[in-house]
């Protein structure tokens, strides 16, 4: 099954390209729950970033662009982790600047 998604790499705690602390950032459309942890986990694999959040809206229906309730889950390369402040922070960059909510 597929799961459409946008995925931004984003470097946190910077203002220039290849600093900071890199974090990819996948934004599903289709609510986070459609995903399953492994299919997350091998996208995190697959991003080979130290941290990898998920970010989806909370409310059915509602698109990112314009919810403000949000779910998030990050995955390392090797397995799901309760907290990552870096990728944290590139979601709401992702949210607010690339996606204009």
């Known amino acids: 099954r597929w799961v459409k998604m946008e995925i931004f790499t984003v470097d946190a705690f910077t203002n220039k390209p290849f600093g900071g602390n890199p974090a990819a950032v996948c934004v599903t459309r289709s609510g986070q729950s ?6 997350m986990q091998n996208i995190a694999a697959e ?3 130290s941290e990898t959040a998920f970010v989806a809206t909370l409310t059915p229906g509602e698109d990112v662009t314009s919810s403000s309730v949000f779910s998030l889950k990050w995955f390392t390369p090797k397995c799901e982790v309760s907290l990552c402040g870096h990728a944290t ?3 709401a960059a992702v949210i607010f600047q690339s996606l204009k909510n």
């Open 34 to 39: 459609s995903i399953e942890p492994a299919i």
């Open 47 to 49: 991003m080979n970033l």
């Open 89 to 91: 922070l590139a979601t």
